[in-house]
């Protein structure tokens, strides 16, 4: 069975500061998809990003950069000079690629921005 | 119109009593999911149903039940609810890959 890690409960930064969202992940499949998702207040999910295991290139959206690594079993987000608006709790998941596989997902990192 | 509805959006009840939250979908997929949200745990998957004849139980199925009554619609049901089944639920379709999860903005519920 699959399982994700997020160490982090909760983050306090201050506006401006650059800020990383650890994940660790575990599965014996070679093939899986990982998955970022934002919660804000509100309380809607707001998908991020979606990697393929095979794809360990870095990525980055704007101020948002993700780090796989196969190597550590580790898919990290970044967000670059923080905003009060990302200010979420923030959801790491994982899918493997068997077509019977479902969502799982890790506890989830609280990001306190303030201002 | 939201691609996954899900309603109530809020709903105060009291323990013992039966409830009935709905998930609808638009978006055409044979998977929907029932994941239950508590502060610090993240979300656990209650049941999740492949077609329209398929069920499963999920990590914390116990206490409730699930019908699907067509592609489009899924149900999760309290048959007595207590208090520790205050939560955040969330229904959620997807591909028939696994892939594209789309999520409804999901119900609040609170058990008194």
């Known amino acids: 069975a699959q399982k994700v890690t997020q160490a982090q409960t909760e983050i306090s930064v201050v506006e401006k500061e650059d800020v990383t969202l650890d994940c660790v992940y575990e599965?014996?499949?070679?093939?899986?998809?990982l998955f970022w998702y934002k919660q804000p207040p509100s309380g809607e999910l707001v998908f991020l990003i979606r990697?393929?295991?095979?794809?360990?290139q870095n990525e980055i959206s704007g101020r948002y950069s993700w780090n796989f690594q196969k190597s550590t079993s580790s898919f990290n987000f970044t967000i670059t000079a923080s905003q009060v608006v990302d200010s979420a709790v923030y959801f790491c998941?994982?899918?493997?690629?068997?077509?019977?596989?479902?969502?799982?997902f890790g506890k989830g990192t609280m990001l306190l921005v303030s201002p | 119109d939201a691609d996954v509805t899900q309603t109530p959006r809020n709903r105060i009840t009291k323990t013992g009593k039966r409830i009935m939250l709905e998930c609808s979908q638009t978006?055409?997929?044979?998977?929907m999911y029932w994941y239950r949200q508590d502060p610090g745990l993240g979300l656990r998957l209650i049941y999740y149903?492949?077609?329209?004849?398929?069920?499963n139980k999920g990590e914390i199925s116990d206490g409730y039940s699930v019908s699907r009554q067509a592609q489009a619609k899924f149900s999760l049901s309290l048959e007595s609810a207590i208090p520790n089944q205050t939560a955040l639920y969330f229904c959620?379709?997807?591909?028939?890959?696994?892939?594209?999860?789309?999520f409804g903005s999901g119900t609040r519920l609170t058990v008194v």
């Open positions: 959620a379709t997807s591909s028939t890959g696994g892939f594209g999860y789309t």
């Open positions: 599965t014996r499949d070679t093939t899986y998809y």
């Open positions: 990697r393929n295991s095979f794809d360990e």
């Open positions: 998941a994982l899918i493997l690629n068997s077509g019977y596989s479902t969502l799982t």
């Open positions: 978006k055409g997929h044979d998977r």
């Open positions: 149903s492949f077609d329209v004849k398929d069920i």
